[in-house]
């Protein structure tokens, strides 16, 4: 709609209930003051097209309260057509003439006949005056009773769906005002039907006063002749008498109509051929009554034949569709019963714990948002199939969401319900690392990066570009929070490995290694067992995308060995490539940290195992001589600029890591046997007894 039309309209609504105001007082006008008769047609026409406007909205109005103002309406009109009617009729006796749409309605309806215009005049004013308005009333005064004596029930109703929760207080309240309102339309249509009645009684004495009147004078007066006066004043009265009853039956049909309605959310139309059409037997029973009435000698053939083949032809199509209904109803009766299963296992499972959880405060929010480029839930889709490269497993998808218990600017990590780690991130600010050459020479929020523990700064945007300059690494908050989930997920990534995604890992390669899987699951390891390996492998970082390494190493050894601990060493040997490729150092060499031979013996002639597999069992006071020996080798590696690893015998390798594992998670051990022969071992420390 242009933009002028829409400013104009604008403006009308604006300062509508002032033009309506005029309009109700200029009725007085109408009344009072002599209309021209060029006014006065525009007048009737009006009053013709109102009428004509509130029929159509009761045919289309679902509801009585969509059309509350009717009654007003109602009365409003009444008076508009008695001061039209007064009008006509000072024009009528004055000047024998009233305009050209009373003239036009005389010459059109009577025709040569003004008798004949009479009779349609008295027809249609005793049809709206007995039939329409006599019924309309009743129907209106009925309704009003039914509804106020109905009314305690539907309150108590509204108050019994308010106290069960299935209504809030406001729909409550605008139940009750609209059961009010209810109550007060029919009341209120119960009076304006005695002002319709008192309007057609008005008519038929404003038409005899027209037509008695306009002969007495202008035949008394010598200008025309009583049989010329009565030609000439009959058309003219039953003109104006037309002129006015048929807008008023027009609004007579609209109220009964409107009182009528049962309230169904439809308008009349479409009940009227839902329920009119709805039985396609009755149709079809009709069209046989309809074709065997027109056979009957005498009655015309055609008219009834033609009927006949409408109804008979709407209840095939009925019928037809009715079927279509049916495979309809069949469908969506088989879709509800699916989703109600669904719903009821969407509800098991939403009592279950997710596999992992991100939840954050609602200051992060915004990095949730899928339309940025920068999204989370991008860079989360990018961590998983990282992990799927890196460490051959795929990840489950990981559930954000907020909460609000959480600082604004926090976030939480969960596994299997447990929180596993937590930190912070300023979504306006960018976090700043320190390479480790100077102090910060930059005004920020001190904290440590979560990934890995490293001093760091929280700077403003301004800031940004001197950091750069500083040589400080710079990282967008969004990477701070999925950088710490990635790492906290590889650490933790054997505890994500369950039977069902070791499942789906070995239906994967069976479709092309069919044979290998055939034959270790299940004669010769169950599904249980080859996740045991796999959670061990990954336990220690070793990624498992070699799976078909795996399955082979584990057929050949699973028959006789059935220790899944001894089982992970053999596969640890036949994926030693991949295992120490992620230790070289630039030139391709390793660089270890050796055990003591004394120590060595002392933690194999102390092994015993456990639930959480072998472990030395050793004095209190010499474990902690132990783990002050590894840092001290720890701590000279690094400041040397090497990476801590630490070699031992085959024979106490697992038990040493198991030992260390919890205090220097970090540090890798390595047997001899995991070495390839062509690889060069530089050893830079040594883990002593002392």
Known sequence: MPQGIKSILHKINRYFEILVAFAVVGVIGIIILPMPTFLLDFLLTINLTLSVLILLLTLFTKNVLEFSIFPSMLLVMTMYRLGLNISSTRLILGHGYAGEVINAFATFVTGSNYVVGAVIFVIITIVQLIVVTNGAGRVSEVGARFTLDAMPGKQMAIDADLNAGIIDDQTAKQRRQDLQREADFYGSMDGASKFVKGDAIAGILIMIINLFGGVIIFSLQGSLSIMDAIDKFGRLTIGDGLVSQIPSLLISVASGIIVTRSGNDKDFGSTLSEELFASWKVMMIAAVVILAIGLVPGFPFIPFFVFALILGSAAYLVRENEKVEAKKDLHKEEKNRAASAKESEDAVASCQVEPIALEIGYGLISLVDEGSDSSLIS????????????????????????????????????????????????????????????????????????????????????????????????????????????????????????????????????????????????????????????????????????????????????????????????????????????????????????????????????????????????????ITRIFNSVKSAYDEALMKGYQTIILASPKVRTALKNLIAITFSNIAVLSLNEIPSDVQIEIVGMVEFR
């Open 379 to 622: 860079h989360i889709t990018s961590i998983r199939k990282q992990l799927a490269s890196e460490l051959g497993i795929l990840v489950n998808p990981i559930r954000v969401r907020d909460n609000l218990q959480l600082d604004p600017n926090q976030y939480v990590i969960k596994i299997k319900g447990n929180q596993i780690a937590k930190g912070e991130v300023h979504t306006n600010k960018y976090l700043v690392i320190d390479p480790g050459t100077s102090d910060f020479d930059i005004q920020g929020i001190p904290t440590t990066e979560p990934a890995f523990g490293l001093a760091a700064l929280w700077i403003d945007g301004r800031d940004k570009e001197k950091a750069e300059l500083n040589g400080y690494t710079i990282v967008e908050p969004v990477t701070v929070l999925v950088t710490h989930l990635k790492e906290i997920l590889k650490k933790h990534s054997h505890e994500l490995l369950g039977r069902q995604e070791t499942k789906n890992l070995i239906d994967e390669i069976k479709g092309r290694y069919g044979v290998i899987v055939e034959e270790l699951i299940p004669n010769i390891m169950s599904l249980g067992e080859v996740q045991k390996v796999l959670q061990n492998l990954l336990k220690e970082n070793v990624p498992i995308t070699d799976l078909v390494t795996i399955l082979e190493t584990l057929a050949d050894n699973a028959v006789t060995v059935k220790d899944t601990e001894v089982l992970t060493e053999h596969v640890r040997h036949a994926l030693q490539r991949t295992i120490v490729k992620e230790y070289l150092d630039h030139q391709g060499i390793l660089n270890v940290v050796t055990i003591d031979s004394q120590l060595e013996d002392l933690i194999g002639s102390n092994i015993h195992k456990s639930i959480g597999g072998s472990i030395p069992v050793l004095e209190p006071d010499m």
